[in-house]
């Protein structure tokens, strides 16, 4: 009997450990490498450029490739960028 009450507290306090070294060192959010920068980076552009794009066609008197060239050029400033 004394055996089952010493399991039941290492338990709790094995649990409560593992709790609080989650709580004190939280998994970090942002990108570990390069590679995933520069993923994050591109999907950024992408998205910039898809903006542009619609915008373009929003207004009158763009044709579809001015407003294709527009989306070209905002991706090609990113890659520099």
């Given amino acids: 009997m004394h055996t089952l009450k010493v399991l039941g507290a290492l338990a ?3 649990t409560i450990g593992a709790a609080s ?3 004190v ?3 970090p959010a942002d990108a570990q490498t ?5 993923r994050g980076e591109r999907r ?10 619609h915008q373009c066609n929003a207004t009158s008197g763009n ?3 001015e407003c294709r ?3 070209r050029s905002t991706k090609q400033a990113g890659r520099h960028d």
Avoid: C, E, F, H
């Fill in 63 to 65: 044709s579809r490739s």
């Fill in 21 to 23: 070294v989650i709580i």
């Fill in 25 to 27: 060192y939280p998994l």
């Fill in 12 to 14: 709790v306090a094995a």
């Fill in 69 to 71: 060239q527009a989306k």
């Fill in 44 to 53: 950024d552009t992408r998205q910039t450029s898809r903006d542009v794009k």
């Fill in 34 to 38: 390069q590679g995933m920068n520069r």
